[in-house]
T-cell receptor
Framework: AQSVTQLGSHVSVSEGALVLLRCNYSSSVPPYLFWYVQYPNQGLQLLLKYTSAATLVKGINGFEAEFKKSETSFHLTKPSAHMSDAAEYFCAVIGGAAGNKLTFGGGTRVLVKP | DAMVIQNPRYQVTQFGKPVTLSCSQTLNHNVMYWYQQKSSQAPKLLFHYYDKDFNNEADTPDNFQSRRPNTSFCFLDIRSPGLGDAAMYLC??????????FGPGTRLTVL
């Protein structure tokens, strides 16, 4: 069965500092990987996706993520945090026995300090 | 703009009183999903449809039902809501490649 682990349920960063959110996955087949962002009382919005093309994926709002097969990781980064980045972030994977159903990580809540 | 729409955004019901949540999409996607999301948790899949082919997750309570009368619309019926059913309910659609597009959600309060 697939699983996704997000290290750290809460991350606090200063405005202008690097944002790094960690995601590791287990999958028996090459996965498709996604990062979603959720603002309070909103649905999930796709930040970026990896679908077996370039391993460095650029998304919206200045975020990017790098797929590293050897480390089974798909960490999300942004060079300079903005107050508007305060939200919940979910890493997710599809593929394998689960077909096109998303398997989510537990989520990481980002707090941005002025 | 093509999108996933959920109505209402906030729903209040009484313990045991049936409630229906609505979802519509203008993306013309074959696959639609209903998720339940409780506070500080990831979304939990309840059902999904591939066209009219209905797929129920094994641990979805019998209290939850769903209908998809056509490609554009999907409904979530909660027959007898309990306090534990208070949550955000998210509807999503997906492309053939599996990328999912989410609606804004309906927050359900059970009194």
């Amino acid at each position: 069965a697939q699983s996704v682990t997000q290290l750290g349920s809460h991350v606090s960063v200063s405005e202008g500092a690097l944002v790094l959110l960690r995601c590791n996955y287990s999958s028996s087949v090459p996965p498709y990987l996604f990062w979603y962002v959720q603002y309070p009382n909103q649905g999930l919005q796709l930040l970026l996706k990896y679908t077996s093309a370039a391993t460095l994926v650029k998304g919206i709002n200045g975020f990017e993520a790098e797929f590293k097969k050897s480390e089974t990781s798909f960490h999300l980064t942004k060079p300079s945090a903005h107050m508007s980045d305060a939200a919940e972030y979910f890493c997710a994977v599809i593929g394998g026995a689960a077909g096109n159903k998303l398997t989510f990580g537990g989520g990481t809540r980002v707090l941005v300090k002025p | 703009d093509a999108m996933v729409i959920q109505n209402p955004r906030y729903q209040v019901t009484q313990f045991g009183k049936p409630v229906t949540l609505s979802c519509s999409q203008t993306l013309n996607h074959n696959v639609m999903y209903w998720y339940q999301q409780k506070s500080s948790q990831a979304p939990k899949l309840l059902f999904h449809y591939y066209d009219k082919d209905f797929n129920n997750e094994a641990d979805t309570p019998d209290n939850f039902q769903s209908r998809r009368p056509n490609t554009s619309f999907c409904f979530l019926d909660i027959r007898s809501p309990g306090l534990g059913d208070a949550a955000m309910y998210l509807c999503a659609t997906s492309t053939a490649q599996g990328e999912q597009f989410f609606g804004p959600g309906t927050r359900l309060t059970v009194l």
